[in-house]
């Protein structure tokens, strides 16, 4: 498995973003596809909410790669 860490100076960052900016898709169409079909897990559960808010310490993870937010 692969972890990245990601860094944001906001509160938080949309899942949906998120999973566009971590380069596990290239647009924000294909990370719709994939939260909506359930290919994300949020904190290690399944999360079809593209809007969800991820704040600081909050992990998704598609496949092998994860992604953590840290708000800098």
Not at 20 to 49: D, H, R, S
């Amino acid at each position: 498995m692969s972890k990245e860490v990601i860094k944001i100076n906001e509160e938080f960052i949309r899942l949906q973003d998120l999973i566009k900016f971590a380069g596990v898709v290239p647009t924000g169409g294909q990370a719709k596809y994939l939260i909506q079909n359930g290919e994300i897990k949020v904190n290690g559960e399944v999360c079809t909410m593209r809007g969800k808010k991820m704040r600081d310490g909050d992990i998704a993870q598609f496949e092998e790669k994860i992604i953590e937010v840290k708000i800098e």
